[in-house]
């Protein structure tokens, strides 16, 4: 009896390691990057108005955010829960504006618009 103990124990620990071994840690996934390169649309907006992006609705520990190219042609206002990104027109030009969809640790998504901005209607 004894026997069948320190051989189920034996077992035990042989198990424990192997399954410890082999998850050691997270695996690294890649960076999910959808149109990071290419603008996904072309939009045209005068000075003083806004132009707003709808993207998705993401998940309550994650937001989107304007990660460049906004300024100094737009002013970003994001709504976090929503998935709504307003940007003002404030000065004539033309712009790629990257938006990233992210945690606290890393960049889930990259969305790029190109925006032109024209002066306002006299």
């Not at 390169?37 to 000075?47: F, G, H, I, K």
């Not at 737009?74 to 504006?97: N, Y």
């Amino acid at each position: 009896m004894k026997w069948f103990r320190s051989l189920l124990s034996l077992f035990f620990i042989l198990s424990v390691l192997a399954l410890w071994s082999g998850c050691s840690g997270p695996a690294k996934r890649a960076q999910v990057v959808s149109n990071a390169s290419t603008p996904v649309q072309v939009l045209q907006v005068r000075v003083g108005r806004y132009v707003d992006l709808r993207l998705p609705r993401p998940h309550p520990s994650r937001w989107w955010a304007v990660e460049s190219g906004a300024r100094p042609w737009l002013q970003p206002k994001i709504e976090k829960d929503t998935g709504r990104i307003r940007l003002l027109a404030v000065k004539s030009g033309q712009t790629e504006v990257v938006c990233v969809l992210r945690d606290t640790q890393r960049v889930i998504r990259k969305v790029v618009v190109a925006v032109e901005v024209e002066g306002a209607e006299k």
